[in-house]
């Protein structure tokens, strides 16, 4: 049975463990997700309390942390989300994204109406992939892609 919490403080403690834990053994996210057979993005999402994982993925995280029962139990909860207290973000990485969405969301917005029309792209039908490219010009990029449903706004 599902069980849904109402107060994120559960899951804020565990996400402080379960961090720790990772840095104790010296794993990587993907580490994690592979014990999970999950995305990486998804796995991480969840330890970090946004999030609920199945059964025995919630088991494998734990067993490869060393954590407990009450730690896999509470990693199939489903979550309070959202992961960034009110106000303008203060850490440089998450600042950047809300930087973008400052500049970009009213295109991302009516670039998404025009080809869509009236509705929203799903953070539940969702994927998020994360990767290292080289730059052309020297360094390294970022390549982050967003991939959400469509959901149409059904009129009433």
């Known amino acids: 049975m599902l069980h849904a919490q109402l107060d994120p403080t559960?899951?804020?403690a565990l996400a402080v463990t379960a961090v720790e834990a990772k840095v104790r053994?010296?794993?990587?996210w993907q580490q994690i997700a592979d014990a999970a057979g999950l995305s990486v993005a998804f796995v991480t999402a969840a330890v970090?309390?946004?999030h609920a994982l199945p059964?025995?993925?919630a088991r494998a995280v734990t067993e490869l942390l060393g954590l407990d029962d009450d730690a896999a139990l509470l990693l199939r909860t489903v979550p309070m989300r959202g992961s960034i207290e009110g106000g303008i973000p203060t850490d440089p990485t998450i600042y950047r994204f809300y930087e973008m969405l400052q500049v970009y969301g009213t295109t991302l917005k009516a670039l998404v109406?025009?080809?869509f029309g009236d509705g929203i792209i799903s953070a539940i039908n969702f994927r998020l992939d994360v990767q290292k490219v080289a730059d052309p010009e020297g360094g390294e990029?970022?390549?982050i892609t967003l991939d959400g449903k469509y959901l149409p706004t059904k009129p009433f």
């Open 55 to 57: 059964e025995e993925s």
């Open 113 to 115: 109406h025009e080809q």
């Open 25 to 28: 053994k010296d794993l990587s």
């Open 48 to 50: 970090l309390g946004q």
């Open 10 to 12: 559960a899951r804020q």
């Open 141 to 143: 990029r970022a390549v």
